[in-house]
């Protein structure tokens, strides 16, 4: 109960001093929020490298990914290949 009241002093005691000190709070904002468009354009650049980063990496696994299904594949198509040229030669001498 006491931090209600706490809270609700503290908001009216925030309110009174904004409307007293309008023309400084308007100081404060309007020198913070080029601070705050520069901060927030360096974040989505950021995040924006790092996005393509991930891409890029997804990509390069999925690449692998691709090329050791078609080395397996190969390996057994050689398998089979190997079989069938025993199976071959064993018919060709009967």
Known sequence: MSL????I????????SLI?????FMTIVKGAFPICLLL???LAVYVGIDEMQE???EEKLSQEEKLEMARQEAEK???????????LNKLKKN
């Open 9 to 16: 002093i503290s908001g009216i005691i925030g309110l009174v």
């Open 77 to 87: 198509a050689k398998a089979e290949a190997e079989k069938y040229r025993e199976e």
């Open 20 to 24: 007293f000190w309008w023309g400084d």
């Open 40 to 42: 927030g354009g360096a």
């Open 55 to 57: 891409k890029i990496n």
């Open 4 to 7: 209600l009241i706490g809270g």
